[in-house]
């Protein structure tokens, strides 16, 4: 079973378009997570156990685990996913890009180090970079095409030959990157209209959507740009939105229900 396989089975058994992203920062964790010895992994442990139910991937951050130093919490959280809830996806935010020898390296970290199911990578080295990620053909490959920072129209949005050039990403990864059938796309949940015409030109290709929560996404536009035809076909992440959701002892509680209200908010503006 490959990746895209993967997530449509958990998308369905939890009626959910729900990613959680695990990006947890030391000043914000309560104390009782900060005092313990892997604060990371009891904070993960506990919200990826209330939340189990009602997501379909959790996608958690490298970078806030290497700038500590806390690769082995980052490994440990994601064999918790595997060694627990195995029918719902990991999907590693690592943004690599490279050439050669180093990409090689990059998508042997991304999916023999650490287990992922999938991993962001920057296509702006072009389509060889991809090659050593796309060859594992069961594993996801998440290509940044419209991301959700307001700068990013600075090159993203640049029209060469009358088209921007995220939609001729989103053309290559359709077309002629998508021989495993493995890609994904990021769009970001601030550009709805930029999400219309990627769907329009991908079709089927799920979108990982950032952005929704405290970055100001609008969810009934994304729906409303994004949605296949099946009422799919979208991964819609939030992070401190939900592990954040409340302060102290009662974060476990604030996160559950964040994520069940976010996909129920989502599954309002589906046909299921």
Not at 93 to 104: C, L
Not at 183 to 188: K, N, P
Request: aromatic share 6%; net charge negative; proline share 4%.
């Amino acid at each position: 079973m490959n990746f895209i396989e993967k997530l449509e089975r958990a998308q369905k058994k939890n009626s959910s378009l729900l990613c959680v992203g695990l990006d947890p920062s030391l000043d914000r964790l309560p104390e009782s997570c900060r005092v313990q010895s892997q604060p990371f992994l009891v904070f993960n442990r506990a919200l990826i156990d209330a939340t189990s139910d009602l997501v379909c991937a959790y996608k958690p951050q490298i970078a806030h685990y290497a700038a500590c130093g806390a690769e082995a919490e980052l490994l440990a959280t994601i064999s918790y996913i595997h060694d627990n809830y195995a029918d719902i996806p990991v999907i590693l935010d690592a943004k690599r890009g490279d050439i050669g020898s180093t990409a090689e390296k990059y998508a042997l970290e991304a999916f023999e180090r650490y287990q992922a199911d999938a991993v962001t990578v920057n296509p702006y080295l072009g389509g060889d970079s991809l090659e050593p990620f796309l060859k594992y053909e069961e594993k996801g490959v998440v290509i940044l095409c419209r991301t959700s920072n307001p700068g990013s129209g600075e090159l993203q949005g640049l029209e060469v030959d009358g088209e921007p050039v995220y939609l001729k990403l989103a053309g290559l990864a359709a077309a002629s990157w998508n021989k495993n059938r493995n890609i994904l796309l990021v769009v970001g949940a601030t550009w709805p209209a930029e999400l219309a015409r990627v769907r329009e030109v991908v079709g089927e290709m799920p979108l990982l959507v950032p952005g929704v929560g405290v970055q100001g996404g609008n969810l009934a536009a994304v729906l409303r740009a994004g949605l296949d035809s099946r009422g799919a076909g979208l991964v819609i992440n939030s992070s401190r939105g939900i592990i954040y959701a409340g302060q102290g002892e009662g974060y476990v509680e604030a996160a559950r229900q964040a994520a069940l209200e976010l996909r129920d908010a989502i599954n309002s503006h589906r046909q299921i």
